[in-house]
Structures are given as structure tokens and as C-alpha cells.
């Protein structure tokens, strides 16, 4: 059960031009995250979310299978999940839809059992970015929204792209969105940098944090790295 008192991070795993090896490597990232957030704080809920493949839904195109759910890992370990890559779908109708849809669960939930703070991480190592139901300017204006009125977090890690110029256009904080490199030491540095924001910002309370490091990025992407290294 949630309440003002918990927290929520619901993560979006977006597959558009996933390799089925770094989707495997994904699940194993996302697992190690949970687990750590879940030690940090009992009260924190995990859940990772990823778009049905339209030929393998139940309910048919558009619907949200649902990986971890509220409860469901408990206080026990997580196993790890296998994966593979869906139907390559636009980044923007996958986060408009899934924000939507996160809102209309809460607003039907008692006060006492909506979560006191909301994070929402999106993964994502596709190009498929702007979407035909939703534009750039539309997600962009529904974060805001949420930021604004509800107090949500947003997060962008981002493989094959410029993560904090895309993320930038649809609404993400500069300082919040993390270019990572297509292997496993990339993720699994990603989700370790989304983890210690998490701790900062539970240790801060209401007041304002930093967003991603420089140290986070010359670790999440090795281009980045060799930038920086350049620079000195």
C-alpha cells in the first residue's frame, strides 16, 4: 500500500532499437536498482513498466505490461528478469501514455494511499523519438505539468542519442537526463547514478539537489569521458 509517507519510482523501459543482449542486460540493471532502493527504504515502491507488443497483449495495442508492480518483490530477492526487444515504438506516445496513465491510477486512490513522492525514470536506447500522438511540445507541456502541480521527478537515461539535447525538447531537466553507452558496464552505471540521486534527494528532504555529476557521466558514457579528458 502507498501513502504520503512512501515513495514511488516507476521506470519506463522504452525498447525502440534495442539489441536483445543489452535488453537481457536492462533487466539485470533494473533488478540491482530495485534491490537497492528497496534495502535504502522499505517504504520505497519499484515498478518498471514496458508497452505491450501489440501481437502479444491480452488487451491489444497500447496497453502496459507490468514487469514489477507495487508489492510484488516485497522483502525478498529479486530474481532476474528476461526480456526482449518489443515492437519499436515512439518514445514520446510511451511516455505520454504511461504518464497519463500513472495520474489516472492515482487520482482514484484515497489521499492516504497516493505516494508522497513520485519519480519517473525512462530508459531508452532508441531513435524513435517523436510520436504521432503525442509531439515533443505535448510531453514537454504534460511534464511541466506534473512537475508543477504534483511535485513528479523526471529522469531521461538515454543510449544512441544526446540524452540531455533530447531530453531538453521533451521537458527533462539538463542536470536530470544521462547519456549512457550500449553495454552492460553503461547501464548498470546509469541505474548506479539514478540510485545515488535517489539517496541525495531522500537525505535532502524538501530542499533542492544537484542533478547528475560529471563524474556519473565520464562514467555512464566513455565518449563523455574522452571529452573530458581532452578538456583538461
Known sequence: MTGPSNSLVSVLLHHSGSRPSIV?????GFSRFAQAERRRSSSTIVELAQLDDPDESDYGPGYFEMDYEAESFGGA???RLQGFPRRPTALC???GNWITA????HSILPAENQPGAV?????TAGHAVAGRQWSLDDVRRLIERQEAKFGWDF????ANMDAVETGAKMGFARNKSLTFDASSAGIDSAFSAVSHYQMRKQEAGTQRIAGFSDEDRRRACRRF???SRRRR
Not at 24 to 28: I, P, R
Not at 155 to 158: A, F, K, S
Open 24 to 28: 537481457d542486460a536492462t533487466y539485470g
Open 77 to 79: 530477492g529479486l530474481t
Open 93 to 95: 506516445d510511451e511516455l
Open 102 to 105: 500513472v495520474d489516472a491510477l
Open 119 to 123: 519519480t519517473v525514470v525512462v530508459l
Open 155 to 158: 529522469v531521461l537515461l538515454g
Open 225 to 227: 569521458a574522452a571529452v
